[in-house]
């Protein structure tokens, strides 16, 4: 044991002399630890949320029966189920508008309850009384009591005028919904005697089977393990973790360069302690001791950093997950224990895994050879060979993915492959360039730059290819982003052709404003609007109503239509289709949908595709008239209104005063769009969060490269300081020298990301959200970045050099010396 | 042969014996037989010095006694140890209990101090003993430097640090390959004087593999290696 302590403390004296070494390595796995966990603590928030929401007395967790068609059936099929043995529990689901904005309202009924409902709140026995009689209690989570700006006890007030129960916070409960006693729901949707759902508890005895009670009246529905929402958002997820994991090997490829200089620095001290008597078992076993220890410190610090991370990123996640699949997040992180061992786990594997190469040599440590602190250099050379094979090795298994791949996965998979190789072949890509560059060199100085450049090139290339595959997302990524963001500009103008949107409280007042619209003159038109929700081959389906009007004929964005598709919209037996739902359901301009009605099926002739961007549901847009007749049941409060523009905000002033409207009620074009763009915005935030943190990362593994080489560089620029050149110029040479691998690594990293770009707009855009968008090039952004790597690099090099530019006549003929 | 030196393990007559010992290496797809059947011996207290021509086996000859290699035949000795029957990790006991090495490059730990490295392998050995590791002190004349570095000292220094980490354990047998090669003239006798004084009140074996003739007749007994035998 003793010995072993000493044998540790001989190779922890080594970080002593050698802090910046050990700097590096810690803010490798500093970098890669905290960024993976960062992403890692979203996740898991989300994902909690999302079970929060499933769980919410009765979501997908829980066994229920539904009404076979339309949305809701009536109460007394509850009251005849119960009455044949069937332990159902009833539940009403609508939306009330409080303050103009929209919440979920659930209305339970307590005594039926069943116990095992996920985890939902329970109401407690002492609290019965008052939540089941008059007024009743309404339960929030503490997120929607701030964001109703309303204390405990306050009843707020529905849009309607409905004065609803006193608020009561649930901390289990899920953001945005609102639960009441059933009866209480019935009445503030003006339900009465309906039902939506009925829960089904744990069976105590036999029961009649289903039909013999309701008919064909409702139809059961199993639980599922996976929710919607999971099931919507897991490309979102994979994304970041997508993101998360390219910064984890960002991370490690500074510790794997950090640790195969430090063992190659080490290994005569390790062959002085085997001649010393330190058998090559005890080496081996303290080596990995001395990682293990630092990968701890190193995982504590990085996990600390992920959780601040996630904190900072979290209400960017909230909002895009928000304004993507309308999922509610809340703004407060809170991790699992499994969260942290995991984080301290995957700093372990990851230095283990990046010292792997490093421990192999250790292990295989021949004894008599020369201590030959560069032998690395030449094997890299060797290494060229294998690794460029290998490079078109994940070539070809991004073509095959590409080829027979048809998922998300595979998706993800040509990505990481196309990135595998690219960042594999790229010591060779330089080496030849280099090399070309020495072959036409005619001044011995410059001969020397060449060959220099070369020799260095081995103890920068894994610091190059980490800067090469973080240009190249970022390249993708922006490319993407600026791709979406140009195209749902241009699909938002079509999409938002109307120029006032109202929403009305009720139907009543609706009906007035529809009134009080016909007598303005400055009105051009009223498009009345509605939407019905409905389920299609197992997944949400959103039915959208459009007026038969010359507004959706010039603007709405399809991408395939058959000829006059407009006109055979009329009758109602046709209907435009949304791209994602074309996808998912492989649907083509002429196929045939059958959508569940509120009076039975309803077939519908596929008449057009269009674009339908950032709709987490499919949709369907079919005739106004037509959706009313089939769904007669939904609220018709919506209308878009053709206006001058000079006239808009007296008309909007005129109608917030006249009907009481707050400004979610009514807005005009220019509002929606510059929210609608907000939000898109805020999405990305996210990924431009990401994608900042990536490059900061690969700007240090090129710092801390440099810094680990400048010291071993020294012994190659003294002789040239020994026969004239000067200090200075020897600095700039340095300079040069990296800005210009760096340069090539970029220009390299161009295509690729733009490669890379295409390969996220027409495979993974389109198997995680549904869509494909246009791919346009940005050059003004290539030459930003351009500017940007150049930067980093500059910023990188400059600390060596500045240190070799200053370095002392003495140190530099020391090193002469010694090396002669 | 009995020693009354304290510091010495109790070890009398011969500390080392080589019979028969045989080495090849393949090089260039042939065969070279480097030692064809080296037969040596070393006592208590007695210093011999291996001399040869470049490439006549010297070094392999040390490497193997020290078990850094392994014979293809033939048989070492050391004291009642088989170094040719020990394991890997016997090999590595041995080295540090039994045996101090010195090489011409030195070999110190770059990121010890002085005095750390002239306690390292007396630690690792569990055999420390502060009142002989003050006397190496003294004798090498390292006082003024034991918070250095390696780097911060002469070539001269550097190889006393080497010797007084090879003593410090108290061997069996120090083993040297040529460790005035990378001194000058004057470094190298006082190097060596300082070897040989230490050996004497160690009481120890000192077998030191050179090219120099002069330095060689400066030790009790010189054997010389050629074609693989000791001739």
Known sequence: MKRALWTLAVLLSHWRRHPMQLATLLIGLISATALWSGVQALNQQARASYDRAAATFGGTRTAMLVARSGASFPQQLFVDLRRAGWPVSPVLEGRVQIEGRSFRLLGIEPVTLPADVGNAPAVGKADLQAFMTPPGTMLVAPETLADLKLAEGARPQANGGALLPPLRVQPNLVPGVLVVDIG???????????????????????????????????????????TDLERLTDSFHLNLTAFGLLSFFVGLFIVNSAIGLAFEQRLPTLRTLRACGVSARMMNVVLVIELVSLALVAGLIGLVCGYFIAGALLPDVAASLRGLYGAQIPGQLTLKPQWWIAGIAISILGALAAAAASLTKAVRLPLLATAQPFAWQQAQRRWLTYQSALALAAFAAAGGFLWFGDSLLT??????????????????????????????????????????????????????????????????????????SRTFLVWLDGRLAADVYVNAANDEQAHEIRAWLRERPEVEAVLPGGRADTQLAGAPLEVLGLPDHATYRDNWPLLQSADNAWIKLRPGDAALVSEQLARRLHLSVGDRIEVPASGGNWTLNVVGIYADYGNPKSQIAVNFAALTRRFPEIPLTRMGLRVAPEKIPTLISALQEKFALGDRNVADQATMKAESTRIFNRTFAVTAALNAFTLGVAGVALLTSLLTLANSRLPQLAPLWAIGVTRRRLAAIELLKTMSVAL????????????????????????????????????????????????????????????????QPASLIRIFANER | ??????????????????????????????????????????????????????????????????????????????????????????????????????????NLIPSLTVEDNLAFQSRIAGRHDAAWHGELVERLGLGRFLKRYPEQLSGGQQQRVAIGRALATKPLLLLADEPTGNLDEDTADEVLALARDLVTRSGCGFLMVTHSARLAATLDRQVNLHAGVIA
């Not at chain 1, 495979?763 to 952004?781: D, E, S, T, Y």
């Open chain 2, 1 to 106: 042969m009995t020693n009354g030196n304290p510091i010495l393990p109790n070890v009398t007559g011969h500390v080392l014996h080589v019979t028969g010992l045989t080495k090849s290496y393949r090089a260039a797809g042939e065969e070279v037989a480097v030692l064809r059947g080296v037969n040596l011996t070393v006592a208590a207290g007695e210093s011999v010095a291996l001399t040869g021509e470049s490439g006549s086996g010297k070094s392999t000859l040390l490497h193997l006694i020290a078990g850094l290699d392994a014979a293809d035949g033939g048989e070492i000795r050391l004291a009642d140890a088989q170094v040719s029957e020990l394991s890997d990790a016997g090999r590595a006991e041995l080295r540090r209990d039994r045996l101090g090495l010195v090489f011409q490059q030195f």
């Open chain 1, 744 to 807: 090539i690594t970029t220009i390299f990293a161009l295509p690729l990301g733009l490669l890379v770009a295409w390969c996220l707009l027409a495979i993974v855009n389109v198997k995680a959200f549904g869509w494909r968008l246009p791919f346009h090039v940005f050059p003004l952004q290539l030459l930003w970045l351009t500017g940007v790597a150049m930067a980093a690099a500059f910023a990188a090099a400059a600390l060596p050099v500045i240190r070799l530019a200053r370095m």
């Open chain 1, 184 to 226: 209480v729901a019935q009445g503030i949707l003006k339900m009465p005697d309906l039902l939506s759902r009925l829960l089904i508890g744990k069976a105590t005895g036999r029961h009649a089977p289903l039909e013999s009670v309701a008919g064909d009246k409702l139809r059961l529905i199993e639980p599922d393990a996976e």
């Open chain 1, 411 to 484: 998706g993800f998979a040509v990505l990481a492959a196309l990135m595998l190789g690219a960042a594999l072949i790229l010591p060779m890509l330089l080496e030849v360039v280099l090399s070309l560059g020495q072959r036409y060199a005619r001044a011995p100085l410059g001969i020397w730059f060449w060959a220099d450049s070369r020799q260095q090139l081995s103890g920068l290339s894994l610091a190059l290819m980490a800067l090469l595959l973080a240009l190249a997302v970022n390249v993708g990524v922006s490319t993407m982003v600026e791709s979406f």
